[in-house]
């Protein structure tokens, strides 16, 4: 099994005509997701950051991508659960990597931020460990 990184699945989803690069490696990367490959947390919150910040995909599609990328069968996706969660608060309206800090605290009794716009979306959503606002 191979690890993949952001750039791979990128080439793999995402179709650039005019990125003649991206055109090339292409082929490579469909090869690559053909086999059994892992892809870690930090790829995926790396992959969600490219989507919405360099190929400017809605909130919608990048939901769509990931969850097809976690329902191939023979890729891992490390700490898949609280990636799923961190998919569905992104579909209620909470930021990608905010959901999944969250999603991996876990083991925490809060999760602790200055973000009040984060604390009241996490609680609107009910989300574990429950998010703290400091003043």
Same mark, same amino acid.
């Given at each position: ?65 990931? /969850? ?6 023979? *890729? &891992?996706?490390?700490? #898949?659960? !609280?990636?799923?969660? $961190?998919?569905? %608060? =992104? ?12 999603? /991996? ?6 999760? *602790? &931020?200055?973000?009040? #716009?984060? !604390?009241?979306?996490? $609680?609107?959503? %009910? =989300? ?8």
């Amino acid at each position: 099994m191979k690890a993949l990184d952001t750039n791979v699945l990128a080439r793999f989803f995402v179709d650039d005509p005019d990125d003649a690069q991206a055109k090339k490696q292409r082929p490579a990367a469909v090869a690559a997701l053909s086999d059994r490959t892992f892809v870690s947390v930090t790829v995926i919150l790396e992959f969600e950051w490219v989507m919405r910040g360099f190929y400017e995909l809605s909130r919608k599609d990048i939901g769509k991508v990931l /969850r097809a990328l976690m329902s191939i069968e023979h *890729v &891992t996706v490390e700490d #898949r659960d !609280a990636v799923l969660i $961190a998919l569905d %608060a =992104l579909d209620k309206g909470l930021d990608f990597a905010d959901a999944l800090h969250i999603a /991996r605290s876990g083991r925490a009794t809060a999760f *602790v &931020t200055f973000d009040q #716009r984060l !604390a009241k979306r996490a $609680a609107s959503l %009910a =989300l574990t460990p429950t998010v703290e606002l400091l003043n």
